[in-house]
């Protein structure tokens, strides 16, 4: 079996986003692959959450995996920091990673624009801790989205320089992963990029989510001012939720309204109303198990013992053959 490996930093709830773009692949993939699912919190250290936020969205995560079906009796699951042989990894992969190709990186440069005092050291080598969570398990197969794509080529070029550094093939070259034709993107509500956290909760629709809460948020979401005789192509705020209506409507519910829009008689709080209510059929069987799994505890903490234990030891195969290559040797 083809090893998968992928992770989400605990910076928030899960939001459409992360579920489409990510975690349905997870749950499909459990059952064909040897799938090692984790919680990135090493890679959140770089915001500087309290230790009471960090734990908190570290167990919210663990938990959300759990009710949106990753089964932990079929992969592993667990806490990047329960693995300290990634730690170690990073710091051989660093010492092959050049400062000039790092700074080049696109989510780097974002960061840069967008928070321009706390450009830390963990950002400029955030690539290469993600590349060393990969090539810890030795995967060829990592579900992301569409965001996600510059890491992975990375990963590949950090793998494929130790090899050649260690005349070796020893690394296997790690791909992005969708069963879909393309890696996603999912549009947030405010009409413009893609759904995150950063861009403010009522940008996102949360997996826990009440359904008070999701019409509000769709009640509120950026439209126009209709459809005109001149503007036959969709602006991108109507062709946002039109595409997030396709990931969670009926087909039949799509052509409705799509019918409605090109003959211009669409009236769009209708079908934001549509919208919400869609979303939350989708939503409430996950929200109702987060809410019985955050119970939990003792569930949690075995399912985040038993991931470790599972996670440590290919970690461990992996870092003491990459020391016998680098020519850490005993005496
Ligand atoms: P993160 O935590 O930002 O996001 C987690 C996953 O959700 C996907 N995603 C989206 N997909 C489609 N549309 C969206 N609007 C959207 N928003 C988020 C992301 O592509 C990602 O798959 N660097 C990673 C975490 C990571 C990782 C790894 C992933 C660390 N190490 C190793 C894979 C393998 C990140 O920040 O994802």
Same mark, same amino acid.
């Given at each position: 079996k083809e090893t998968v490996v992928s992770?989400?930093? %605990?910076?928030?709830?899960?939001?459409?986003?992360?579920?489409?773009?990510?975690?349905?692949?997870?749950?499909?993939?459990?059952?064909d692959y040897n799938c090692y699912f984790f919680i990135a919190d090493l890679h959140s250290l770089t915001t500087h959450p309290t230790p009471q936020d960090l734990h908190g969205y570290v167990r919210h995560v663990?938990?959300?995996?759990?009710?949106?079906?990753?089964? %932990?009796?079929?992969?592993? +699951?667990?806490?990047?920091?329960?693995?300290p042989e990634v730690a170690e990894l990073y710091l051989y992969l660093n010492m092959n990673a050049y400062m000039g190709e790092l700074e080049r990186s696109t989510s780097f440069k974002d960061k840069v624009r967008s928070q321009?005092?706390?450009?830390?050291?963990?950002?400029?080598?955030?690539?290469?801790?993600?590349?060393?969570?990969i090539l810890i398990h030795k995967a060829t197969k990592v579900p992301v989205g569409k965001?996600?794509?510059?890491?992975?080529?990375?990963?590949?070029?950090?793998?494929?320089?130790f090899n050649r550094l260690y005349n070796s093939d020893y690394f296997p070259e %790690?791909?992005?992963?969708?069963?879909?034709?393309?890696?996603?993107?999912? %549009?947030? &509500?405010?009409?413009?990029?893609?759904?995150s956290k950063s861009s403010g909760d009522g940008n996102c629709i949360y997996l826990s989510d009440s359904p008070e809460i999701i019409r509000k948020k769709l009640s509120r979401a950026v439209t126009d001012s209709g459809p005109s005789a001149e503007n036959q192509t969709k602006p991108e705020a109507i062709q946002n939720l039109f595409d997030l209506m396709k990931i969670v409507s009926s087909e039949d519910t799509l052509t409705?309204?799509?019918? &409605?829009?090109?003959?211009?008689? +669409?009236?769009?709080?209708?079908?934001?109303k549509q919208l919400a209510e869609d979303m939350i059929v989708f939503n409430t069987p996950i929200r109702e198990r987060i809410?019985? &799994?955050?119970?939990?505890?003792?569930?949690?903490?075995?399912v985040?013992?038993?991931?470790? &234990?599972?996670?440590?030891e290919s970690a461990q195969r992996t870092i003491k053959e990459v020391r016998q290559l680098i020519g850490f040797k005993s005496f």
């Open positions: 992770g989400i930093r %605990p910076t928030g709830k899960l939001h459409l986003g992360n579920y489409f773009g990510a975690v349905t692949n997870f749950v499909k993939m459990q059952y663990l938990v959300e995996y759990l009710a949106c079906g990753i089964d %932990p009796e079929e992969t592993t +699951i667990y806490i990047q920091s329960d693995v321009p005092d706390n450009v830390n050291a963990g950002l400029l080598t955030y690539p290469t801790l993600m590349a060393a969570d965001d996600q794509e510059q890491h992975l080529e990375f990963t590949r070029t950090f793998g494929n320089r %790690p791909f992005a992963f969708n069963y879909a034709q393309n890696l996603v993107k999912i %549009p947030g &509500l405010d009409g413009t990029g893609k759904m409705h309204f799509d019918e &409605l829009y090109n003959k211009m008689s +669409i009236r769009y709080g209708d079908f934001k809410e019985e &799994l955050s119970k939990n505890s003792s569930y949690l903490r075995q985040a013992k038993h991931g470790a &234990l599972k996670a440590r």
